[in-house]
């Protein structure tokens, strides 16, 4: 079975700092990975998904992540933080076959100071 | 494209109420998918249809909580008795048969137990 672990429950950086938001998955072959963002009072809205080809995949308001297989990670980064990306971060992984499901990690909230 | 419709958007109930929700989700998406997230936690998986059969139940709590899917489309919740510990977001979402496209999350329903 795939799980997830998300490396800190709340992160704080500096508008204009660097974002790091640690993932780190378990499964016994390359599973799918995906990142998604949930801000207050809304669904989950995907910001970007590993598959397959290339280990570094951009995303939506700036973000990438860069699937590492031999560190089993999955971190996400943003050169630059905005007041904008305050929201709470989910990192899931899905097995690639059977019946595919997405299993979360914890989540980590991300805040944002001026 | 319409998104993942969900109603209603917050509930309050005493313990041992019942109580549904409702999804309705994209056009020609065939899979459906229930998730239960309480505060402070990743979403969980309750229960997964593939148009109107059960995929995965496992987790879905079978003594009070139930779940339909009527003609492969919309799909429908319900726990009867509620209990203090059902507190929580249910999020709806579907998706293509291809797990790797992502899902389309609704914005919940916010559910209080009292």
């Known amino acids: 079975a795939q799980s997830v672990t998300q490396l800190g429950s709340h992160v704080s950086v500096s508008e204009g700092a660097l974002v790091l938001l640690r993932c780190n998955y378990s499964?016994?072959?390359?599973?799918?990975l995906f990142w998604y963002v949930q801000y207050p009072n809304q669904g989950l809205q995907l910001l970007l998904k590993?598959?397959?080809?290339?280990?570094l995949v951009k995303g939506i308001n700036g973000f990438e992540a860069e699937f590492k297989k031999s560190e089993t990670s999955f971190h996400l980064t943003k050169p630059s933080a905005h007041m904008s990306d305050a929201a709470e971060y989910f990192c899931?992984?899905?097995?690639?076959?059977?019946?595919?499901?997405?299993?979360f990690g914890q989540g980590t909230r991300l805040t944002i100071n001026p | 494209e319409a998104g993942v419709a969900q109603s209603p958007r917050y509930k309050i109930i005493e313990k041992r109420q019942s109580v549904a929700f409702w999804c309705n989700p994209i056009?020609?998406?065939?899979?459906l998918y229930w998730y239960q997230q309480i505060l402070g936690q990743g979403p969980k998986l309750l229960i997964q249809?593939?148009?109107?059969?059960?995929?995965?139940d496992s987790q879905l709590p079978k003594d009070r909580f139930s779940a339909e899917r009527l003609k492969g489309v919309d799909s429908t919740l319900k726990i009867q008795p509620a209990k203090l510990e059902d507190s929580a977001v249910y999020l709806c979402?579907?998706?293509?048969?291809?797990?790797?496209?992502?899902?389309?999350f609704g914005s919940g329903t916010r559910l209080t137990v009292v």
């Open positions: 979402a579907s998706s293509l048969d291809f797990v790797g496209d992502g899902y389309t």
């Open positions: 499964s016994s072959v390359p599973p799918y």
């Open positions: 590993y598959t397959t080809g290339a280990t």
């Open positions: 899931a992984v899905s097995g690639r076959q059977g019946a595919q499901k997405l299993v």
């Open positions: 056009s020609g998406h065939a899979t």
């Open positions: 249809f593939q148009n109107n059969g059960v995929v995965d």
